[in-house]
């Protein structure tokens, strides 16, 4: 045998066995796709009418239909199907991608003990210690979170309104030559900007099988209880207990099995926000779910109090080198709950990179459940005579405990006030806490204007006093607040925990460089804080970086943000 023509022969095996795998990834991967889709297009061609389209609707939704299985669907619901596909492959590409920020190795920097570096723009981390604890905590392994059924959905579309003026160019023929002139043209339009839909889902969570299987419960695990028991006398007895005889008040009797201990099932609902911007880029802005998949585990002390954090991220100014050094400080504390502000989205741009701070976010927190709300939308740049962007501001907030609603309330806006430019609101979210219950956390960002601030203090005290839990509430009030101007202490029950640990002390939140103003604030409601401290103290050198966004003097390093951060760790009041 020619051991060159042996050789030709063996590769080719190798390479038809190789291709022949390749083809059963792909079949698998379709199959698995298909299963977690509960709407599928049909293979009728597009009608005329483009407002509706036939769709065959599986059997495990609950949707109505003609006697062929078919529905109409509005323009909404066309939307809907088409991103729902996009949702989850998009969480499970930021699960993966948050899975791999674990290492095995530390490094001291800036006199800590944790280190984490960037792998990649979008915010993939290593490090040895981060929200969890140790690297050897359960944040290692694949998730992978499946689609059951869809329980409802909402479109959202944030329209915005174009005017001015810009350049064009006019040509007209004079003696049979053409002249071009620069003239100045109105521009009056109106663009959808931002387009999103908010699904409710009932999933199925790889995380949430696993967990039930440790604690022995669930379909699986019960299976398993029952063939290691199933000469147990012990389980004999619970089974003769099963079918005893149930009387009523009358005396007529029943073998009805008894109440048994109710399984969990391996399925929850969550909500789950896509938010696509003009030029289809889309980021998932909201992952909340009322289950206890991610909340990690705590000491009895620790398990009956809550570590609330307000954090101005100071939107995108320096964010590509500044978001490393935020997302190290945002870990070294390891809140249970984070206010932020001024989180943006770039909505039209002609730059790339990043566009949704919320997912920049979301990678520096893995297992945290969050939910984005823009407050107000404008122009950035030099359009309509040089590149136009068109950018959202707003709130997030961020738990490691279950939430079981969010939603915003709009705050006041004056108009005719030069200094209330900007639409604000409140951002609240009820959060499950063990021990403490479910807790109020609010976040928000007020106005500059004198006048809306008073106004927007009174409306956030208002809506506080309707609330039937304990409230925490954060944010960049741009007010130095004291006892005299605070209407949230005097009128409608809160608390300022600095004042009460920290009495005479400045507490200085802005700016970082130039610390001189106390605006950042945790105010609680019927809860009381064990202790509360400014953090983001620590900058990293940089050279090369202008001054931007009202700070004068960046003395050659760069703080987390131009904002110190507040943390409190507060319980109840008993």
């Given at each position: 045998?020619?051991?060159?023509?042996?050789?030709?022969?063996?590769?080719?095996?190798?390479?038809?066995?190789?291709?022949?795998?390749?083809?059963?990834?792909?079949?698998?991967?379709?199959?698995?796709?298909?299963?977690?889709?509960?709407?599928?297009?049909?293979?009728?061609?597009?009608?005329?009418?483009?407002?509706?389209?036939?769709?065959?609707?599986?059997?495990?939704?609950?949707?109505?239909?003609?006697?062929?299985?078919?529905?109409?669907?509005?323009?909404?619901?066309?939307?809907?199907?088409?991103?729902?596909?996009?949702?989850?492959?998009?969480?499970?590409?930021?699960?993966?991608?948050?899975?791999?920020r674990w290492r095995s190795t530390c490094k001291q920097y800036l006199k800590r003990d944790v280190r984490f570096r960037a792998d990649s723009d979008l915010g993939t981390w290593s490090g040895c210690?981060?929200?969890?604890?140790?690297?050897?905590?359960?944040?290692?392994?694949?998730?992978?979170?499946?689609?059951?059924?869809?329980?409802?959905?909402?479109?959202?579309?944030?329209?915005?309104?174009?005017?001015?003026?810009?350049?064009?160019?006019?040509?007209?023929?004079?003696?049979?030559?053409?002249?071009?002139?620069?003239?100045?043209?109105?521009?009056?339009?109106?663009?959808?900007?931002?387009?999103?839909?908010?699904?409710?889902?009932?999933?199925?969570?790889s995380k949430w099988e696993e967990q039930l299987a440790r604690q022995g419960t669930g379909s699986s695990a019960a299976a398993a209880r029952g063939k290691k028991n199933n000469n147990d006398s012990a389980a004999d007895a619970a089974e003769d207990k099963r079918h005893e005889q149930v009387c009523d008040e009358h005396g007529h009797c029943t073998n009805k099995e008894a109440e048994q201990e109710e399984e969990p099932e391996e399925v929850y609902d969550a909500q789950l926000r896509i938010s696509c911007d003009s030029q289809d880029n889309c980021a998932i802005t909201q992952w909340t779910a009322a289950s206890n998949v991610d909340t990690p585990k705590r000491s009895d002390e620790e398990a009956e109090q809550l570590r609330a954090m307000s954090v101005n991220i100071w939107n995108y100014n320096h964010w590509g080198v500044r978001k490393w050094n935020l997302g190290e400080e945002l870990m070294h504390v390891g809140a249970d709950v984070i206010g932020f502000q001024e989180v943006r989205a770039r909505k039209v741009s002609p730059l790339r990179g990043s566009r949704f701070q919320a997912q920049d976010l979301a990678f520096m927190l893995p297992d945290y459940h969050f939910v984005y709300q823009p407050a107000m939308c404008f122009e950035e740049g030099n359009w309509p005579n040089g590149p136009r962007e068109i950018v959202h501001e707003g709130l997030a907030i961020f738990s490691r405990y279950p939430v079981l609603d969010s939603y915003h309330v709009q705050l006041t806006r004056i108009d005719g006030d030069p200094s209330d430019f900007h639409q604000r609101i409140l951002l609240v979210a009820l959060v499950d806490v063990p021990r403490l219950g479910p807790v109020y956390m609010m976040v928000t960002h007020l106005s500059l204007s004198a006048a809306a601030q008073k106004l927007s203090l009174r409306q956030i005290g208002q809506h506080a006093a309707t609330l039937d839990h304990p409230a925490v509430l954060v944010g960049d009030f741009n007010i130095e607040l004291t006892k005299d101007n605070n209407p949230l202490t005097r009128d409608f029950g809160f608390h300022d925990p600095w004042e009460v640990l920290h009495s005479g002390e400045p507490g200085f939140t802005f700016s970082s460089w130039q610390p001189s103003k106390r605006i950042d604030f945790v105010f609680l409601r019927n809860l009381k804080a064990r202790s509360v401290s400014i953090r983001g103290r620590s900058p990293t050198k940089q050279t090369g970086l202008r001054p931007i966004g009202g700070v004068q003097n960046m003395r050659g390093v760069l703080y987390p943000s131009d904002h110190f951060f507040v943390d409190a760790v507060v319980t109840n009041n008993q």
């Open positions: 045998n020619n051991p060159k023509t042996t050789m030709i022969g063996t590769k080719r095996r190798l390479l038809f066995t190789l291709l022949i795998v390749l083809c059963l990834f792909v079949r698998v991967a379709q199959s698995s796709s298909e299963h977690n889709t509960i709407l599928h297009r049909s293979s009728h061609p597009e009608p005329a009418d483009a407002d509706t389209v036939p769709v065959t609707v599986s059997s495990s939704s609950s949707s109505s239909g003609d006697n062929n299985g078919n529905v109409q669907l509005s323009a909404d619901d066309r939307l809907a199907l088409e991103l729902l596909p996009d949702a989850f492959r998009l969480l499970n590409e930021m699960i993966r991608k948050q899975r791999r210690r981060g929200a969890y604890g140790s690297k050897k905590s359960s944040n290692k392994g694949e998730r992978v979170i499946a689609l059951d059924r869809v329980v409802s959905f909402s479109v959202d579309r944030w329209r915005y309104n174009v005017t001015g003026k810009r350049q064009a160019v006019r040509e007209t023929v004079v003696d049979g030559r053409t002249v071009r002139a620069v003239v100045l043209e109105e521009v009056r339009d109106e663009i959808v900007v931002d387009t999103s839909v908010l699904f409710h889902v009932r999933v199925r969570d």
